[in-house]
T-cell receptor
Framework: GAVVSQHPSWVICKSGTSVKIECRSLDFQATTMFWYRQFPKQSLMLMATSNEGSKATYEQGVEKDKFLINHASLTLSTLTVTSAHPEDSSFYIC??????????FGQGTRLTVV | LAKTTQPISMDSYEGQEVNITCSHNNIATNDYITWYQQFPSQGPRFIIQGYKTKVTNEVASLFIPADRKSSTLSLPRVSLSDTAVYYCLVGDGDTGRRALTFGSGTRLQVQP
C-alpha cells in the first residue's frame, strides 16, 4: 500500500513555543490530507481537512490560528501548533489518499508540552 | 453518518478465534463497513471492508447479515501481536474521499 510518513515521531517542547509536524505522502500525490488528534485512551478526532493550494477546513472547536495547516505541495502538509500549552499534548495523526479509494495513515506524532 | 456501537474491550488467549461485533442500526443503503486496527502510538491500519454477506482476506473475515444493521470482525487464531484497538466505521466505501469518523473502538487484549 501507499506510504504516509510523519515527522517527527515524537517531540517535547516548552510551553509557549511552536512545533511543526510534517506529513508526507512518499510514493503518491495527495490532493487532500486529514489531520486528527487522539488523547490517551480515546478515539481519533478530526481536526481539519488540508487541501493542496488552498486554506484548510477546520472542524468546529479547533482554533485555526493555533493549529496552522499548510499544504504547499501534493506530497506535503504541515501542522504547526503555535504557543503550545500542556493541554495540547496529544497524539497527532495525518492521513492521505491517492485516488480517494483508501485512506493511508501516518505513524503519528506524539507531542508533549512541558 | 451512521453511529456505531462496539464493546469497549475484549480479552482472549493466543490461538483462539476472536469475534468483535459492531452495531450500526442506521446504516444507509450506500454505506460500506470498514474496520481499522490501531496499535499503541501508531496510526490506524486498514483491515477489511465489506458491503454485505461475507468478505475474507489474509488477515480477517467480515460477516454482515442481510439487514446490515450489524457486522462481525473475525480474527482467526489470534496472537499476542493482535493486541490493539479495533474500530468499526460506516460510510462511503472510498475511505480516502472523506474524513473518517472513528467511534470508541474495541480494545482487544490477547494473553499468552
Amino acid at each position: 500500500g501507499a506510504v504516509v510518513s510523519q515527522h517527527p515521531s515524537w517531540v517535547i517542547c516548552k510551553s509557549g513555543t511552536s512545533v511543526k509536524i510534517e506529513c508526507r505522502s512518499l510514493d503518491f500525490q495527495a490532493t487532500t490530507m486529514f489531520w486528527y488528534r487522539q488523547f490517551p485512551k480515546q478515539s481519533l478526532m478530526l481536526m481539519a481537512t488540508s487541501n493542496e493550494g488552498s486554506k484548510a477546513t477546520y472542524e468546529q472547536g479547533v482554533e485555526k490560528d493555533k493549529f496552522l495547516i499548510n499544504h504547499a505541495s501534493l506530497t506535503l502538509s504541515t501542522l504547526t501548533v503555535t504557543s503550545a500549552h500542556p493541554e495540547d499534548s496529544s497524539f497527532y495523526i495525518c492521513s492521505a489518499s491517492q485516488d480517494s479509494a483508501e485512506a493511508f495513515f501516518g505513524q503519528g506524532t506524539r507531542l508533549t508540552v512541558v | 453518518l451512521a453511529k456505531t456501537t462496539q464493546p469497549i474491550s475484549m480479552d482472549s488467549y493466543e490461538g483462539q478465534e476472536v469475534n468483535i461485533t459492531c452495531s450500526h442500526n442506521n446504516i444507509a443503503t450506500n454505506d460500506y463497513i470498514t474496520w481499522y486496527q490501531q496499535f499503541p502510538s501508531q496510526g490506524p491500519r486498514f483491515i477489511i471492508q465489506g458491503y454485505k454477506t461475507k468478505v475474507t482476506n489474509e488477515v480477517a473475515s467480515l460477516f454482515i447479515p442481510a439487514d446490515r444493521k450489524s457486522s462481525t470482525l473475525s480474527l482467526p487464531r489470534v496472537s499476542l501481536s493482535d493486541t490493539a484497538v479495533y474500530y468499526c466505521l460506516v460510510g462511503d466505501g472510498d475511505t480516502g474521499r472523506r474524513a473518517l469518523t472513528f467511534g470508541s473502538g474495541t480494545r482487544l487484549q490477547v494473553q499468552p
